[in-house]
């Protein structure tokens, strides 16, 4: 190939080919900039151009798929990147069977987020887009004021509803609630399609925790729903994400996904050596810029890129970088892939 676009790495890359040159790019949120589409659009259009990164992961708020349903959340009073939840559409488990489906036009949510990535489209034109898109079971788990993770609980939520009492007493409630959430998201997928966008990043959360839930569980409640998801996505490039501790990347690859994403440093997880069969999406651990270690974030991106030269790798932060990151931190490690490559 000639002269190489950012199109063009990006999609080499994800098809497991290799590239003129490594690429790179970080998230993070922008809290008091993401309730509305012109915000959103304003704040990740900014964040992209300032540090020329090579792909974009839109980053919308932690809540917007759990809100199709009416959740409601308190804006001005958050806990990192999580609103307070002020309601749950699921204070009791048996109310899993009032879900239903909902048209994308008819959500105000999705028609925001919509509107956000046409917008982002028009004014990043060259840059690959990956819209965020938590998994069924993580879009159950927040509507129902519960945490996706082991280590976290919601911010709001003193007294959900069981575990207990959704994915034992209720199992079948819970399946036609993972029905109504799939089909309004693999709707929602395919519009994203129709704006422009290049592809997902598909948060399977802290569900792959085997604490959380065990391999039946996970077989049972997320793997069929991810599948109808990921399925409406082939269009574009599928990136997913399993989050935090133990989250088990090779259990992913009989997924439909070109990049697979998993924090390298956290208990229980692999190297970036793992037996995965897509294309490795991280590498450089992303509690480094809570502190802002330019150092150790710029040593630790060169060895991620050492380690991974006959490979297709792309290099970003192994989850989202945290709120108090500075401009020199993300300078620095937007630059440690050198200054000559950042600038094709």
């Not at 690429?23 to 300032?50: C, M, P, Y």
């Not at 039946?216 to 729903?225: I, K, L, Q, T, V």
Request: proline residues 5%.
């Amino acid at each position: 190939m000639g002269t190489w676009t950012k199109q063009d790495r990006f999609n080499a890359l994800l098809s497991g080919e290799k590239a003129d040159r490594p690429i790179i790019s970080g998230w993070r949120h922008f809290i008091d900039k993401e309730q509305n589409a012109n915000d959103l659009t304003s704040s990740t259009v900014n964040f992209t151009k300032k540090y020329n990164w090579d792909w974009v992961k839109i980053n919308p708020r932690a809540t917007y798929l759990a809100e199709i349903w009416g959740n409601e959340y308190d804006f001005t009073d958050y806990h990192s990147v999580f609103p307070r939840q002020l309601t749950t559409i699921l204070p009791k488990p048996s109310d899993v069977w009032k879900l239903e489906a909902r048209k994308v036009f008819k959500s105000s949510s999705l028609l925001e987020q919509l509107a956000a990535c046409k917008n982002i489209r028009t004014e990043l034109p060259e840059i690959p887009l990956t819209q965020t898109i938590f998994s069924p079971l993580s879009v159950l788990l927040f509507i129902a004021g519960r945490s996706a993770y082991v280590y976290e609980t919601v911010f709001g939520i003193d007294t959900p509803v069981t575990f207990e009492s959704l994915f034992v007493e209720n199992r079948s409630g819970v399946h036609h609630a993972l029905h109504v959430i799939v089909l309004t998201i693999a709707e929602y997928v395919q519009e994203l399609d129709r704006v422009g966008i290049n592809g997902l990043f598909y948060a399977v959360t802290g569900t792959a925790n085997p604490n959380l839930f065990d391999e039946a569980a996970f077989n049972e409640f997320s793997r069929p729903y991810d599948l109808i998801v990921l399925e409406a996505a082939q269009n574009g490039k599928r990136i997913l994400h399993t989050c935090g501790p133990n989250a088990q990347p090779e259990k992913f690859n009989d997924y439909p996904i070109e990049g697979i994403s998993w924090d390298t440093k956290a208990t229980g997880n692999p190297s970036l050596l793992a037996n995965v069969k897509a294309t490795v999406v991280g590498g450089v651990d992303h509690h480094l810029f809570a502190e802002n270690h330019v150092k150790t974030i710029t040593n630790e991106t060169k060895n991620a890129l050492k380690l991974m030269e006959n490979k297709p790798f792309i290099v970003a932060p192994n989850c989202a970088i945290p709120l108090n990151v500075t401009e020199e931190t993300l300078y620095a490690f937007r630059k440690s892939i050198t200054e000559k490559e950042i600038t094709k």
